[in-house]
């Protein structure tokens, strides 16, 4: 029986929701208030109703929580075929 085991690349993992997030995905726009410290894609704050300021990183595709370090989050990905079959994981 062979097993193939390829690394194939490095992707963000979102540490809020665990999705491995495609390689070119664009994160969406985040806005974080200088006062509360509120994340979300809203320019303005629903509490203090101030404009908040352009985060780091973005917001998650799947879950639209922040990830404030895209690139910390990067982990390497590989691929593995057994038994004529594929499969994805992260290590």
Do not use: W
């Not at 690349?9 to 540490?15: D, H, L």
């Not at 809020?16 to 969406?28: A, F, P």
């Not at 998650?60 to 038994?83: F, L």
């Amino acid at each position: 029986m062979a097993i193939t085991i390829t690394l194939e690349a490095t992707r963000i993992k979102c540490p809020n929701c665990d999705e491995l997030l495609e390689e070119d995905v664009e994160l969406g726009r985040a806005y974080e208030c200088s006062t509360c410290g509120q994340v979300d894609e809203e320019r303005r704050c629903d509490s203090c109703n101030l404009f908040k300021a352009r985060a780091e990183g973005g917001l998650c595709p799947e879950c639209d929580e922040h990830i404030d370090d895209p690139d910390g989050n990067m982990v390497p990905v590989i691929t593995c075929v057994c038994h004529d079959e594929e499969h994805e994981a992260y290590v």
